[in-house]
Each structure stands twice: as C-alpha cells, then as structure tokens.
C-alpha cells in the first residue's frame, strides 16, 4: 500500500537537544512539505523540496532544518535555536507542482514535546 | 496580506445537513481545497473547486464563487463518522497552499 509513513508518533525533547522526525513516502512523488499545526492556527509551512537535493524556506523555517538525499525521505531536524517547538508536525508529498489540482497527500503526524 | 476564515466549531445533528463555509483572502487563486481531518490523524483530501459552482460526490459537495472569495462544504446525512475538523485551503499564485484553521464539526446522535 502506497503512502506516507511518519515515525516516531509521539517526540520528546529536552533543552539544548536537537531532533530529528522521519518522513518517508513510496508515492514516487517528486514534492514532500513539512507543515507545522498548532492549535487554532492553520498548517504553516515550514519547508517543502520539489526534486532531489533542492528544498526551500516556508513561512515559518528558523530553528528547524532539512535535507532532501533520495526523493522518498524528507527529515525535518527541530534544533535547539526552536524556542517553541511543541506542536504537531505534519510530513506531506504531492505528485506534480504545475498540476494546480494535485492534492497534497499526509503522514499521520508527529506531536513533539518539551520535557 | 493572506487569509482564511472558517469557523472555529459547529454542532451537527446525526442525519442532519450542515454547511461549513470558508472566504478567503489570496494573492492569487489556482483553486481551493477541502480537507477532512480528525483528532491526531493526518488530513484527507476531500475536494477541488477551481470555477464557480458546486461539485458533489457522494454525501459531500462543495460550492465555489471566486467574485465573493467564498466556498462551502455541504456535509448531508451526517454520520457520527463525520465528527472531524474540516480544513479549507487555497493555492495561491506561487502554488503555495494557504491553510485556514479548520472548522471542528461535533455530531450529537
């Protein structure tokens, strides 16, 4: 079964400590995203990569970083610099970015924490 | 700058209809998407809308006017599986989406 697999489900992160989510997809698609949701706020991107080894800032991407080494695997490292970082964070993959009609498919979610 | 309302919270009766509606605000509009989300679990693609009208499928439909900025999602004969938040989304002209803070939709049996 195709999909987005997300891992681990629940986070927990300790002052100074850097964290890496897992997001992997076997859609073959070309366009991962990483989103952040918070409670009464809408998902806001942090950020998202359209081919391999390229990926761009979203609205929200100081104190988090990423890399984009093979087009199924898009980790999302939380650094210390990150103030606020408890929140949902969701892993996404669309299969083409002209095509204004592709929905963004998703991962189940990380809820990371601050211990 | 950009935007999108929805309300917070809606309260539905089991069999019922409900209208959950978003406006927007973009820079640029390649369409508007419908998502249905619940509680710790990743969102479902639920619709599409680029021209002015209503698309149905099945239980859902969604209506759209690009003059007023506007859309709905019309949920009928709800079941208590529809209990969920429902996240309305725009593209935008840079092809980025434009989420609002989704819409929490409780079914009382």
């Known amino acids: 079964d195709g999909g987005i697999t997300q891992s681990p489900k629940y986070l927990f992160r300790k002052e100074g400590q850097n964290v890496t989510l897992s997001c992997e997809q076997n859609?073959?698609?070309?366009?991962m995203y990483w989103y952040r949701q918070d409670p009464g706020q809408g998902l806001r991107l942090i950020y998202y990569?359209?081919?391999?080894?390229?990926?761009q800032k979203g609205d929200i991407a100081e104190g988090y970083s990423v890399s984009r080494e093979k087009k199924e695997s898009f980790p999302l490292t939380v650094t210390s610099a990150q103030k606020n970082p408890t929140a949902f964070y969701l892993c996404?993959?669309?299969?083409?970015?002209?095509?204004?009609?592709?929905?963004?498919?998703f991962g189940d979610g990380t809820r990371l924490s601050i211990l | 700058g950009q935007n999108i309302d929805q309300p917070t919270e809606m309260t539905a009766t089991e069999g019922a209809i409900v209208q959950i509606n978003c406006t927007y605000q973009?820079?640029?509009?390649?369409?508007l998407f419908w998502y249905q989300q619940h509680a710790g679990e990743a969102p479902t693609f639920l619709s599409y809308?680029?021209l002015d009208g209503l698309e149905e499928k099945g239980r859902f439909s969604s209506f759209l006017s690009r003059s007023k900025g506007y859309s709905y999602l019309l949920l009928k004969e709800l079941q208590m599986k529809d209990s969920a938040s429902y996240l309305c989304?725009?593209?935008?002209?840079?092809?980025?989406?434009?989420w609002g803070a989704g819409t929490k939709l409780i079914i009382k049996p």
């Open positions: 996404a993959s669309s299969d083409d970015t002209g095509i204004p009609s592709q929905p963004q498919h």
């Open positions: 859609l073959n698609h070309d366009a």
């Open positions: 990569s359209q081919i391999v080894n390229d990926f």
């Open positions: 973009t820079s640029g509009f390649n369409g």
């Open positions: 809308n680029v």
């Open positions: 989304a725009v593209r935008d002209s840079n092809y980025q989406l434009i």
